[in-house]
């Protein structure tokens, strides 16, 4: 289908901006649904396409009140109680199931033939798998990623209740430009750029990461040419060592750092193969990734040297 105006809630996240800025790119309409009070207003990429809409997911239920014109599709990328401490609250992460189900409400209460969720591959659980694609086994362990299975479910079967198409891409590593300043690459980057130590486990895992504007470029693609019920993993499709992965974020600091890797033991239950299998997104959508992890990093850590405080 042919996107011209779509809603996205959690716009101003790292995929979310991304997402917007793809669609500028191919000339779509976006009604970006953000807090009010929220300080990331000003991520929103400026531009006559791009249209700020007040609403939190508390308020999810009033959104269709809030948009003044009929949509076509509805990412859902919104979800509350992120960060390092997700899996503190297994109520505060359950009700992220309900603002899912809202959403999709609305997308039917504002005329969208499709909606898109944004599932996470905490979903498997720990799986010990060369390659991780939408079939295999679901396991999750945590109150993350056991309401992002179940809010992927329920999505599917509410979405046929409404007569809308429903598609769950689940996320696994992406990192990039408003990337969160927890996450592994973010926070590493940002201290070895301060000139702090940094400690690592013996990262021997093998891992996948995909850049955020090649992210963007999956969700939009998703949207356009994805197939109704299907999951997709979203990623590079391609696994390396961590250790890797750690030396190149050196490199494009400063090669004289030492990243102290093997400080720190592996964490209990520590995932040690996570690479997507993409196979089904490229034959679907025709997604193939634009970024090596080299260049990637390389305008990541040009980024925070920008605007780091």
């Known amino acids: 289908m042919r996107m011209k105006r779509i809603v996205i809630t959690g716009a101003t996240s790292m995929i979310g901006v991304a997402l917007t800025e793809e669609c500028i790119r191919n000339g779509v309409e976006v009604c970006a649904v953000i807090r009010k009070d929220s300080a990331k207003k000003g991520r929103l990429p400026a531009s006559p396409l791009v249209h700020p809409i ?22 859902h990328i919104a979800w509350g109680n992120t960060g390092v401490n997700r899996n503190k609250s297994t109520v505060l992460q359950s ?88 996450s592994m690459i973010s926070d590493s980057i940002r201290k070895m750029l301060r000139g702090e130590e940094t400690s690592f486990t013996p990262a021997g895992q093998r891992w996948d990461y995909l850049y955020s504007e090649d992210a963007g470029r999956a969700f939009y693609l998703i949207g356009e040419r994805g197939r109704d019920g299907a999951v997709y993993c979203v990623g590079s499709g391609q696994a390396r060592r961590l250790s890797e992965f750690i030396s190149q974020m050196r490199d494009a600091v400063d090669p004289a ?14 995932v040690m193969n996570l690479c997507a299998d993409i196979r089904t997104l490229k034959e679907d ?25």
Request: one cysteine or more; glycine letters at 10%; charged letters at 25%.
């Open 54 to 75: 007040y609403c939190s997911l508390e308020e999810m239920e009033t959104l269709p009140e809030k948009v003044t014109a009929s949509c076509d599709t509805f990412y």
């Open 95 to 182: 009700r992220n199931i309900e603002y899912t189900l809202q959403a999709l409400q609305a997308a039917k209460d504002l005329g969208c033939g499709r909606f898109i969720g944004a599932g996470s591959q905490a979903e498997y659980g720990v799986l010990d798998l060369e390659s991780i694609g939408p079939d295999a086994p679901e396991h999750p362990t945590t109150p993350y990623g056991v309401s992002k299975l179940a809010a992927g479910k329920l999505a599917f079967l509410r979405a046929r209740e409404l007569g809308i198409e429903c598609i769950w891409p689940r996320i696994f590593s992406v990192y990039g430009i408003y990337d969160k300043e927890t």
């Open 257 to 270: 750092i030492r990243p102290g890797i093997g400080r720190r033991p592996y964490p209990p239950e520590a």
């Open 285 to 309: 959508t025709g997604f193939e990734p634009a970024f090596s992890f080299e260049e990637g990093i390389r305008r990541t850590v040009e980024w925070l040297r920008r605007t780091m405080r």
